[in-house]
């Protein structure tokens, strides 16, 4: 009797699994205190600020409306520009290099690590006519706001940083100098104690060294 084989089918089942690896967790020398932002930081007009020079300025009155007439009886002054700090708003962030970005495809959240590439100083930028050093007038700021600020911090090579990005975002990282814009105005007093006209000056000075880090 011939007997007959039945053909065994071998079903495979295919597995694909779907994985990938988060990046190291890193030591930051100072973890940012700076809440994650959702959209790009808001920064000055560029075109419209000037870089104050950290040197002697030209301590003389632009075109006076009236040159004062001296008065025999009047006070004695010392000539020159004086610098005053009316308000502030808030901290805006210059960065120094390129902006970094990294995306998180998977489907949970990810750790992404930035590093500083580019060192560099940040310093003083203004609008409208400043007339003072820039020292006279980070002590008008200091005293008028009670804040701590600087004339040129230096943005260091190797700062790091670790944060989460959820899934499907990028994190975008930016390492510079956060600026505190403050408004004031600039006038010449003349040797009999008058004052010139006043300059109004928008003017951003160094505040902290740091990161800004926002999702898109």
Known sequence: MRRRTRPIVAVTALVLALGSAAPAFATDPEPTTEPVQTAPPAEPEESELVDAELEPVDDLPSLPVKPPVDQPDGLACEPGYRY?????????????????????????????????????????????????????????????????????????????????????KTTNAKYGVYRLKSYGYSQYKYANCTNGVKNNVTIYTPRRVGWYIWES
Not at 87 to 108: I, P
Not at 130 to 156: H, Q, R, T, W, Y
């Open 84 to 168: 005053h700090a009316t308000s502030k708003t808030k901290d805006y962030h210059k960065g120094v290099g390129a902006t970094q970005s990294n995306y998180n495809g998977t489907s949970r959240t990810a750790r992404s690590t930035f590093t500083s590439e580019v060192a560099g100083k940040v310093g003083v930028s203004y609008s409208g006519k400043l007339g003072v050093k820039v020292s006279v007038a980070i002590v008008d700021i200091e005293s008028e706001f009670d804040v701590n600020v600087s004339a040129e911090p230096s943005v260091s090579i190797g700062n790091r940083i670790s944060v989460d990005t959820p899934s499907k």
